[in-house]
């Protein structure tokens, strides 16, 4: 049995996860770094600290904690609001942080109610922020009163950020209980409830132009679910468990499993795109796609590059990557653990163009 334990969140976390294949690596996202961007910033949140990094100079704007690091530690990709005023940050001491992205990360608020990790990122909409919890609940945050709303629950933890889809007044959130769960974004209630998905889901659907929702589980399995219903419409075996949420463009889902397999699979039906290609190891987050190039990560100090025709090429970058690229203009950006750099900016090729701290004189 193949058992590559990585930083795990808790002893009862690795045994609700063994239930359901014990064939395959327990991972967590300890240890990999969450990462988003604006035109002009990059906001990391590495363990101890979330940064800020100028995009244009490369230098640190601000970090946050200023001095002493949180010791429970950010991993979690940060969300910046609509109006860009709050970047919000789950923690792993079991709050969501409010910072002032404008005003030197300035704390403004914290919302604790959850009492256990957040592990996944809030969705953001209007003036709410739909934060799952480890505890299995979703909580309806109002951004100006900083309280719950209203709190959903499924049967177990929730490890993935919920997301949306424009026609529908909803949220969709996948749970470590084998269904993706279809809330009303505006009361909590209860719209809908998937099949099992035969094994534990921790990674975003994604959701394409007809609302159809594409999201793969433990049970080593890419599934198709009705967006009102969320009944299966087709699904399709791959060799190990499905961590992330798939990559959706242009009607092909690109995605990658715990044995290192990559995907892609038309819409429509699940039939391959291009025959399987095979990184180092696990790939265990979701992959950039821009333009006829597909840039994915796996748990390796290895940058993967394939073409939408199936072509494959790498580039190693050091350290550990486990989190997937980021595009900022025509920059990929990469956040290694436990190398001398925390972000790393790389041309379209792969070619380094910059780091993060820059290195010492």
């Known amino acids: 049995m193949r058992q ?63 001095d002493k690091a949180n010791t429970k530690g950010f991993y979690a990709n940060p969300v910046l609001t609509p109006d860009g005023k709050q970047l919000l940050v789950p923690g792993y001491d079991n709050s969501l942080y409010s910072l002032d992205p404008n005003n030197n990360g300035t704390e403004l608020w914290r919302f604790s109610d959850s009492k256990t990790r957040l592990i ?28 719950a709303q209203w709190t959903a629950t499924t049967k177990a933890g929730i490890w993935a950020e919920p997301t949306t889809e424009a026609n529908c007044s909803c949220i969709y959130v996948s749970s470590m209980d084998g269904h993706v769960y279809k809330f009303d974004s505006n009361n909590g209630r209860q719209l809908a409830q998937s099949p099992s998905l035969n094994g ?37 075996p791959t060799h190990d468990w499905v961590w992330s949420g798939p990559a959706l463009e242009n009607n092909v889902l690109y995605f990658g499993d715990l044995a290192g397999y990559f995907y892609a699979l038309n819409t429509a039906d699940g039939k391959a795109n291009f025959t399987e290609l095979k990184a180092s190891n696990a790939i265990v ?13 796996a748990e390796s100090d290895t940058l993967y590059i394939a ?52 290195p010492k004189s």
């Open 285 to 297: 987050d979701t992959p950039l796609v821009t333009g006829d190039k597909i840039y994915f990560t």
């Open 4 to 66: 590559k334990t990585l930083l795990i969140l808790s002893t009862l976390a690795i045994l609700s996860l063994l239930v359901s294949a014990c064939s395959s690596a327990v991972y967590s996202s300890t240890g990999w770094f969450g990462l988003s961007t604006t035109s002009d910033t990059a906001y990391l949140a590495a363990g101890g600290f979330v940064y800020a990094i100028d995009l244009n100079t490369h230098n640190q704007k601000w970090k946050f904690p200023a």
């Open 307 to 358: 073409t939408t025709s199936g072509n494959l090429t790498s580039r190693v970058i050091g350290g550990q990557i486990y989190s997937g690229p980021t595009l900022a203009g025509s920059t990929i950006l990469v956040a290694p653990s436990g190398f001398t750099a925390q972000l790393i900016a790389l041309g379209e090729d792969g070619t380094q163009q910059w780091v993060f701290p820059p």
């Open 200 to 236: 534990a889901i921790v990674g975003t659907p994604a959701v394409g132009p007809d609302g159809t929702l594409y999201v793969g589980s433990f049970g080593k399995q890419m599934f198709a679910l009705d967006g009102n219903t969320l009944a299966i419409q087709w699904q399709v």
């Open 120 to 147: 996944a990122s809030p969705l953001v909409i209007g003036n709410l922020a739909y934060q799952p919890s480890s505890n299995g609940s979703v909580y309806a945050i109002d951004l100006t009163t900083h309280a």
